[in-house]
T-cell receptor
Framework: DAGVTQSPTHLIKTRGQQVTLRCSPKSGHDTVSWYQQALGQGPQFIFQ???????QRGNFPDRFSGHQFPNYSSELNVNALLLGDSALYLC??????????????FGPGTRLTVL | EDQVTQSPEALRLQEGESSSLNCSYT??????LFWYRQDPGKGPEFLFT???AGEEKEKERLKATLTKKESFLHITAPKPEDSATYLCAVNSGTYKYIFGTGTRLKVLA
């Protein structure tokens, strides 16, 4: 049973550039959430995608955008990168049951470094 | 605003020395409380979900409990391989999950 996969594993960018991160959900899951985890902190919710639509967003600027494809995979795009965007970006998938009850399973993450 | 506080921030135990990690939460109507284990540089690994006060779940040396204000993760006779960061997250009926900053556990042989 394939778990959540993310690519790439590591990425180095410079300030002002744009980046795209990719996620394939666990088999059977239809919902994808993205999180940002700074060093020594807990994951911070960026947004969640379901049925190819963003249905909830955390406190992140519009520079962060996403997409979900018909096969449930997802992309996270970050424009105009800042030094503070350096973090581990995590994708979590779940099966949409009811708000608050869905168990999320995480991928290994993409480590983004902005120089 | 929903909030999660985990304590202690770090914990060092000798192998076999049992202890508990705490997750205190403030949410308007808890739906689920989730425990994860995270190894350095990796994604969180799902451990447990608790839905109502009084509920308990066990997995090997780990046991999670839930009250109306907090959850405990009890570790019985830990081994060095239990060393990791343990994260707690809550949800109050939206699609947003709120995580604590975690407890870094180190078990010494």
């Amino acid at each position: 049973d394939a778990g959540v996969t993310q690519s790439p594993t590591h990425l180095i960018k410079t300030r002002g550039q744009q980046v795209t991160l990719r996620c394939s959900p666990k088999s059977g899951h239809d919902t994808v959430s993205w999180y940002q985890q700074a060093l020594g902190q807990g994951p911070q919710f960026i947004f969640q995608y379901y049925e190819e639509e963003e249905r909830q967003r955390g406190n992140f600027p519009d520079r962060f955008s996403g997409h979900q494809f018909p096969n449930y995979s997802s992309e996270l795009n970050v424009n105009a990168l800042l030094l503070g965007d350096s973090a581990l970006y995590l994708c979590a998938s779940s099966l949409d049951l009811a708000p608050g009850y869905n168990e999320q399973f995480f991928g290994p993450g993409t480590r983004l470094t902005v120089l | 605003e929903d909030q999660v506080t985990q304590s202690p921030e770090a914990l060092r135990l000798q192998e076999g020395e049992s202890s508990s990690l705490n997750c205190s939460y403030t949410v308007s109507g808890l739906r689920g409380l989730f425990w994860y284990r995270q190894d350095p540089g990796k994604g969180p690994e799902f451990l447990f979900t608790l839905y109502s006060a009084g509920e308990e779940k066990e997995k090997e040396r780990l046991k999670a409990t839930l009250t109306k204000k907090e959850s405990f993760l009890h570790i019985t006779a830990p081994k060095p391989e239990d060393s990791a960061t343990y994260l707690c997250a809550v949800n109050s009926g939206t699609y947003k999950y709120i995580f604590g900053t975690g407890t870094r556990l180190k078990v010494l042989a």
